[in-house]
């Protein structure tokens, strides 16, 4: 099976584009304002116009009040929500959008306790544990962390880049890679180059699992 791509913090008209004609599932947009990646939602909309059809605009928040959510979703159409925070299953469901949430992985993590508290996530956005920016600064997490089977699609971020995407891929095998500052020439400002190159990496890996068929 294909593996996804997400394209994440997002800020610049300019960069959305590069990541569609990359070959991006998805490009993500930051609605936390301590991040460097902040978009408020006029700003998320000017970068929404310049997406192509069939790619998800994912939104991401963190112990965001319902009514920031809420009144996001009325000014961005978000095909993807995207919790980074304390949220409870009945906090992410509220809105009547698919949503994910993210996992801070360490060696204990059970994911299978995880997904059970979260029963009506799409996914799980397994990330570095980060108590202080809660992810997008680069930092990956050992992938041996990760074990067992787990019945919901997985979404491997934390330090992805050009450079080990593609061994990432091979170990874990996960529905959907999110890379953000892997792909940065500084910080919140993405490189088509980068983008470029880690779409390659992504490709690689899949010609490779091919190859040993």
């Known amino acids: 099976m294909r593996t996804r791509v997400k394209i994440c913090g997002i800020t610049r008209p300019g960069d959305a584009i590069a990541a569609v004609e990359a ?31 069939f790619v998800s605009i994912v939104g991401l928040f963190v112990n965001a009040s319902p009514a920031a959510v809420q009144a996001t979703l009325e000014q961005v159409p978000l095909s993807l929500l995207q919790f980074h925070g304390r949220e409870n299953n009945a906090d992410c469901r509220q809105f009547g959008v698919p949503f994910i949430k993210s996992v801070a992985m360490r060696e204990d993590t059970d994911l299978g306790a995880v997904a059970g508290d979260y029963p009506d996530a799409a996914g799980l956005l397994l990330d570095a544990w980060q108590p202080d920016t809660h992810g997008g600064s680069g930092v990956a997490f050992d992938w041996q962390y990760i074990r067992g089977h787990v019945a919901v699609p997985l ?5 992805l ?12 095998a996960p529905y959907a890679v ?13 490189s ?22």
């Open 23 to 53: 070959g991006a599932d998805a490009i993500g947009l930051v609605f936390y304002e301590p991040s460097p990646r902040y978009v408020t939602p006029g700003h998320a909309c000017e970068i929404v116009r310049q997406v192509a059809p």
């Open 155 to 159: 979404i491997l971020a934390g330090g």
């Open 161 to 172: 880049s050009p450079d080990n995407v593609a061994d990432a891929i091979r170990q874990v």
């Open 178 to 190: 999110d890379v953000s500052s892997g792909v940065e020439s500084s910080r919140g400002i993405k």
């Open 192 to 213: 088509a180059e980068r983008i470029t190159a880690f779409m390659k990496g992504v490709s690689s890996s899949e010609s490779d699992s091919t190859d040993r068929r």
